[in-house]
């Protein structure tokens, strides 16, 4: 079983008047195969934990750990990270023109593998992905993002992730901009997953759509870079019903 810790995590990020504090001690442990599911409004840190995971180098952690079965995640480079298990699913996945995406899918899996995938065996799993996320098959040719719409960005996503199979898949807002019957496909894919591997998930969101697809052992409750509540899914039931007012409240 993998452990993913986050102990004490403080995190600021450079703006144009200098760092701005973000995260102000975040405590979060994920283990293999349990989906915490982390909401909270706009500017709560949410994203700031995705990106202070997954390395983006705009984020500064200043204070706390990120351990990795005991490994500090920190003192690992962006690739070394995703080697070791790591995956982040961007809000805003970004494009790579000239770059199409089988060839992205397959020097991505030779980067974590350190070795690249019998062609055969390959072609059988990207096809099955692709079909099991009703992706066209002339999908492959196109270049990675460039002209995608938001749903074909999110099941990109979750192709990479499923054909990638990390030890921890952070999810940061994968539900934003589906309609219902991609939400639908994006969500299967992740418990495709979740069902073979015991990846642990780390889901951020604003709203709780996604989590009657997904369902989560935890959820954590971000408000002004800390978290102000944790539980179980019935905790994301009473937030659909009653929202963020009284965390904010007691955040002024």
């Not at 995956?87 to 991505?108: C, D, H, I, K, W």
């Not at 692709?130 to 749903?151: K, Q, Y």
């Amino acid at each position: 079983m993998a452990t993913l810790e986050i102990k004490n995590l403080h995190v600021s990020v450079e703006t144009t008047d200098g760092p701005k504090p973000i995260l102000r001690g975040v405590d979060l442990t994920v283990r293999s195969g349990e989906t915490h599911a982390i909401m909270g409004p706009n500017g709560s840190g949410k994203s700031t934990l995705a990106y202070s995971i997954a390395g983006h180098p705009r984020y500064e952690v200043t204070e706390g750990e990120i351990l990795l079965d005991g490994e500090n995640v920190l003192e690992m480079s962006v690739d070394e990270r995703a080697r070791a298990g790591m995956f982040l699913a961007m809000q805003y996945p970004v494009e790579v023109p000239g770059v199409t995406v089988s060839n992205f899918l397959r020097t991505a899996k030779t980067a974590i593998d350190g070795k690249a995938p019998a062609l055969r065996t390959w072609t059988g799993d990207v096809k099955g992905a692709m079909d099991a996320l009703r992706m066209d098959p002339e999908f492959a040719t196109r270049n990675v993002n460039e002209g995608f719409s938001g749903g074909e960005k999110k099941r990109h996503e979750i192709l990479q992730m499923e054909l990638l199979r990390p030890k921890f898949a952070v999810l940061d807002e994968t539900d934003s901009g589906l309609d219902v019957d991609a939400l639908r496909i994006v969500s299967e894919g992740v418990n495709r997953l979740k069902d073979t591997s015991e990846v642990g998930v780390l889901l951020i969101t604003h709203y709780t759509r996604i989590l009657q697809y997904i369902k989560p052992d935890f959820v954590h409750v971000f408000v002004a870079g800390r978290v102000a509540e944790q539980g179980g899914p019935e905790l994301a039931d009473r937030l659909e019903a009653e929202g963020y007012d009284r965390f904010l409240a007691s955040a002024v």
